[in-house]
């Protein structure tokens, strides 16, 4: 074998490892935007190239990080339980019913704090111990509860 020939695999290694720390350059297609700012992409599927299943993730808003929870319809359409992203005609209708669920849980704390009640008190719990029976002996196992007259 000439020099020429064989492959620089030490040339190759330390090739993938510089290229490994520039950030990816990965396009996807935007999907949506939710009320939180964060906004959504996606790769399709390609089975030609052996990807069976799209890939999906979302960039949070600058200065968020990943802190606040996403809402539950992206986050199904994210771990693919659902095919279609959700539209903002479902987002809207889903957002008015917890505000709907907001206001009458307020309106029975309320009516339950006019009616004469108190705030629920916490209970406190202390070191408790395991059950005893008479029929099982908890003592020293060598000797019999059954033969101790003996």
């Given at each position: ?8 695999v ?16 990965i ?36 200065g968020?990080?990943?802190?606040d ?9 994210l ?13 809207a ?7 709907l669920k907001?206001?009458?849980?307020a ?13 629920p ?30």
């Open positions: 074998m000439s020099n020429g020939e064989y492959r620089h030490w040339r190759i290694v330390v090739r993938n490892f510089i290229n490994s720390f520039r950030p990816r350059q396009s996807g297609n935007n999907m949506g935007k939710d009320y939180l700012g964060n906004v959504y992409f996606e790769i399709p599927a390609d089975p030609q190239r052996g990807k069976r299943k799209p890939t999906r993730w979302y960039d949070p808003p600058k968020q990080d990943f802190q929870p996403i809402p539950a319809e992206w986050e199904s359409w771990r693919q339980r659902r095919t279609e992203p959700p539209t903002e005609e479902e987002i209708k889903n957002v008015a019913i917890a505000d907001k206001i009458n849980a309106k029975i704390e309320e009516k339950r704090l006019t009616d004469g009640g108190s705030l008190t916490p209970v406190e719990r202390g070191a408790q111990s395991f059950p005893t029976y008479s029929e099982y002996h908890t003592g020293d196992p060598s000797v019999n509860p059954k033969n101790k007259g003996n």
